[in-house]
């Protein structure tokens, strides 16, 4: 199979790992949840030129759900509180529950199967069960046909479910090892005994045990990695030791900047949060987007951040309410380096204001790239793990307290996943669209990029206790995109 990404680097389930506890900054995103406005919940929303093939598909569904064992592993929490909650296999694994079959309402177009992607985005999973669903969607227009994933976060971010949905997806409409594949299957139900089935649960004692073990074992690995810098850091200091101090004063500088409360949002406008949301989505050429690339001098990042500042400005401005500034919140890729870690959120999420009165497209965009660089560039990044452990340690009603003010004060998330540059299919069907919802967990406005087969496609996921006009801010946006993506 192709890879995803177009990097030509293979990817296979052996090379992922699946860590059996989540980290800290994944359990700080589970426990946070107890305000049901910072839901965590991602969508990606799929096209097929026709109904895929129900057998097939339900060989490769049991396929992937071996392959990967996150898909049928549930939350649990360390009962004695010691450890982050842990990944088990389901006992009780249902694969007709997660797989939801219906047909759409009215005319079957793009927006009514938005409109029902939405609520399935508004409610909780089951935390009893794999965090987890997907809904097939008949009686689309044209004979096309719907897909809608939900995924909660704490499962893994926008890189690693390109890689963990890799097994669903085929190179051509006749895949036939997989066809075969179907022909043979034999039925039964979907089991984890293939190598990921967990041992018997011990009681609490065997699980103290485990759960002092991991926490030992993380507390020793950051003792390790604090003493490897502590060491540069001395031996440095010895030849430079003002250039060490102002190291540690940037750090503390850095860190300080990262966790300042902030207690509303910089929007006039976008104060108030509800749980309703609404979906919308932006499509055009690849190739639009790599020349304005290129005519503006700085990233597809860059670009595609100041074409969403500008609609966000826009549609202030169209309401009579311009705004200086809004705060943003990017996740910025730390997957580099981490040899096999795909499973799992591999980000570090940098919030800071940007400037929403440079007018000029290209002048936006250097604006932009500045302020990006800068925040990829801050030592506090390096500290996520420590400062999520930090707000874990408060508990879980504090640190959603904590936490939630910060987010809830966030006016809009950007995100940009590559996805394939080239036609992928499932079961015999084409896959034409795929726009992908990050969660505004607290946030006015998520805005996520997602490239596939030559074409951008971005979904808008607006909260409408903030956003009174969803029309109105996807015809901004549309109108920002044009004007930069004309960048020459």
């Known amino acids: 199979m192709k890879n995803l990404e177009g990097a030509g680097e293979k990817q296979t389930s052996e090379s992922v790992l699946y860590d059996d506890w989540m980290s800290d900054a994944d359990a700080l995103m589970w426990h946070i949840e107890r305000d049901p406005l910072l839901r965590s919940t991602a969508l990606s929303v799929w096209v097929l030129d026709q109904p895929p093939d129900r057998e097939r598909m339900r060989a490769t569904l049991e396929r992937t759900l071996r392959n990967v064992p996150r898909l049928g592993q549930r939350v649990v929490e360390d009962p004695l509180g010691v450890a982050a909650p842990r990944w088990e296999t389901d006992p009780l694994f249902d694969l007709g529950y997660h797989v939801r079959r219906l047909r759409v309402a009215g005319d079957g177009g793009m927006r009514e199967l938005l409109d029902y992607a939405a609520p399935v985005g508004m409610q909780a999973f089951d935390k009893d069960r794999p965090l987890w669903e997907l ?155 790599k020349r304005a690339t290129a005519a503006a001098g700085g990233t597809l990042n860059d670009v595609f951040v100041a074409a969403v500042a500008g609609g966000l400005s826009r549609y202030h401005m169209t309401v009579g309410r311009p705004a200086r500034q809004l705060r943003m919140t990017m996740p910025i890729n730390v997957r580099r380096g981490r040899k096999g870690a ?87 069907a084409r896959i034409e669209r795929m726009f992908p919802f990050g969660p505004t967990a607290g946030a006015a406005v998520n805005v996520t990029l997602f490239s596939y087969d030559g074409v951008v496609h971005i979904g808008i996921n607006s909260n409408l206790g903030a956003v009174a006009d969803g029309g109105l801010l996807r015809a901004s946006l549309e109108e920002s995109f044009a004007e930069v993506l004309g960048i020459r």
């Not at 300042?260 to 987007?289: K, N, T, Y």
């Not at 408060?394 to 966030?410: F, N, P, Y």
Request: glycine share 10%; proline share 6%.
């Open 135 to 289: 809904h097939c969607v008949e009686g689309m227009q044209g004979g096309r046909y719907g897909l809608v994933f939900k995924v909660h976060h704490a499962m893994s971010d926008g890189i690693g479910m390109v890689r963990m949905m890799s097994g669903m997806i085929e190179t051509s409409r006749e895949d036939e090892a997989t066809a075969r594949g179907a022909r043979k299957r034999e039925s039964r139900p979907v089991s984890f005994a293939d190598g990921h089935d967990d041992p018997e649960p011990g009681g609490e004692i065997a699980h103290l045990g485990d759960a002092v073990m991991h926490r030992a074992s993380v507390a020793l690995e950051r003792s390790r990695r604090a003493a490897a810098a502590f060491g540069r850091g001395i031996s440095h200091f010895a030849g430079h030791p003002l250039s060490t101090a102002g190291d540690v004063v940037e750090t503390l500088e850095s860190l300080a900047r990262l966790v300042r409360p902030v207690s509303e949002p910089m929007s006039p406008i976008w104060r108030r949060r509800s749980l309703g949301l609404r979906l919308d989505v932006l499509e055009f050429p690849l190739v639009d987007l």
């Open 342 to 428: 795909y499973a799992g959120n591999q980000f570090v999420p940098a919030r800071f204001a940007v400037p929403m009165d440079v007018l000029d497209p290209r002048q936006r965009v250097r604006a932009i790239h500045d302020i990006v660089r800068s925040q990829r560039d801050e030592p506090a990044l390096a500290f996520i793990e420590e400062i999520s452990a930090a707000i874990n340690v408060l508990g879980e009603a504090a640190s959603t307290r904590v936490t939630g003010a910060m987010m809830k004060a966030v006016d809009f998330v950007t995100s940009d996943v590559a996805g394939p540059s080239f036609p992928i299919f499932m079961s015999g």
